[in-house]
T-cell receptor
Framework: KNEVEQSPQNLTAQEGEFITINCSYS?????LHWLQQHPGGGIVSLFM???GKKKHGRLIATINIQEKHSSLHITASHPRDSAVYIC??????????FGTGTSLTVIP | ETGVTQSPTHLIKTRGQQVTLRCSSQ?????VSWYQQALGQGPQFIFQ???????GRGNFPPRFSGLQFPNYSSELNVNALELDDSALYLC?????????????FGEGSRLTVL
């Protein structure tokens, strides 16, 4: 069993739709990261959370520490949002666990 | 643009060979971590270096080793390459090694082992 589980694995949406990607984890964590990976490999850090909620533009990330669950929301989705979204958790200074990612395709 | 660069971007090796991958971190970031990402999978943590010392390691054999240098660059070395080592290798830098530090990733080095 993976320490980090994401759902859905694949997601196709029409441009403008509201999108939610979920992440559940089974270990105690120091922080949770949402990452975006475009084809070709480059990863960009979107959010780092240890509690509550963060917003950046059309992206919103929430975390519930008690339930060990986080969600990434994209409002008014756009084709340029098409990417793989990865949830990762850090536990202490030397342990990182990654989900397998959610592949998002936004159709114009 | 994360300020983290990796080289080479692509390379092909044969089984049994050795490979060195390089990463140049953001200036001032004294922590670097390395990850292996197989096709279709999420990244797997290999190890982390903080101020030139390894201070954390994932479930990888000793033939995966690393170095970190004072100029914020680092290396990942893999000896006795196996076919399953084919993957994208990512490095990420962060400030001062805090577990809550934001990660800045490079574009990765794609290794193919034949």
């Amino acid at each position: 069993k993976n320490e980090v589980e994401q759902s859905p694995q694949n997601l196709t949406a029409q441009e403008g739709e509201f999108i939610t990607i979920n992440c559940s984890y089974s270990v105690g964590i120091s922080a949770l990261h949402w990452l975006q990976q475009h084809p070709g490999g480059g990863i960009v850090s979107l959010f780092m959370l240890s509690s509550g909620k963060k917003k950046h533009g059309r992206l919103i990330a929430t975390i519930n520490i008690q339930e060990k669950h986080s969600s990434l929301h994209i409002t008014a989705s756009h084709p340029r949002d098409s990417a793989v979204y990865i949830c990762a958790v850090s536990k202490g200074r030397d342990q990182f666990y990654f989900g397998t990612g959610t592949s998002l395709t936004v159709i114009p | 643009e994360t300020g983290v660069t990796q080289s080479p971007t692509h390379l092909i090796k044969t089984r049994g060979q050795q490979v060195t991958l390089r990463c140049s971190s953001q200036s001032g970031h004294n922590t670097v971590s390395w990850y292996q990402q197989a096709l279709g999978q999420g990244p797997q943590f290999i190890f982390q270096y903080y101020r030139e010392e390894e201070n954390g390691r994932g479930n990888f054999p000793p033939r995966f080793s690393g170095l970190q240098f004072p100029n914020y660059s680092s290396e990942l070395n893999v000896n006795a390459l196996e076919l399953d080592d084919s993957a994208l290798y990512l490095c990420a830098s962060s400030l001062d090694g805090r577990a809550t530090g934001e990660l800045f990733f490079g574009e990765g080095s794609r290794l193919t082992v034949l």
